[in-house]
Nanobody, 116 residues
Framework: VQLQASGGGLVQAGGSLRLSCVVS????????IGWFRQAPGKGREIVSC??AGGGRKYYADSVKGRFSIDREYLYLDKVRPEDTAVYYC????????????????WGQGTQVTVSS
């Protein structure tokens, strides 16, 4: 299984960005996707996750109302300087989870930098 995250870059505060997560190698379509981020000097945290069927979505309080997720992308809107981080997509079979320890498959990360 391989994951490829892309779409990061430099964006001004208040702007938008779309992150892509391409997943390959799963023998089943029944896998959940999670997006996590790690800011400089901080631990990695959950941003959002989506169930295998796409019907169940979770958003961290810090991004609720600004970010949205589907099975292919994480949409960042009204970004803030505190959204600056390396963003990772991850995948797991079965139900979605907010815990990074539950995800065995990870992409390489894509840098998002928000200027004020």
């Amino acid at each position: 299984v391989q994951l490829q995250a892309s779409g990061g870059g430099l964006v001004q505060a208040g702007g938008s960005l779309r992150l892509s997560c391409v997943v390959s190698g799963f023998k089943t379509e029944h896998y959940a996707i999670g997006w996590f981020r790690q800011a400089p000097g901080k631990g990695r945290e959950i941003v959002s996750c989506i169930s295998a069927g796409g019907g169940r979505k979770y958003y961290a309080d810090s991004v609720k109302g600004r970010f949205s997720i589907d099975r292919e992308y994480l949409y960042l809107d009204k970004v803030r300087p505190e959204d600056t981080a390396v963003y990772y997509c991850a995948a797991k079979t079965g139900i979605s989870s907010v815990s990074q320890q539950d995800y065995p498959y990870w992409g390489q990360g894509t840098q998002v930098t928000v200027s004020s």
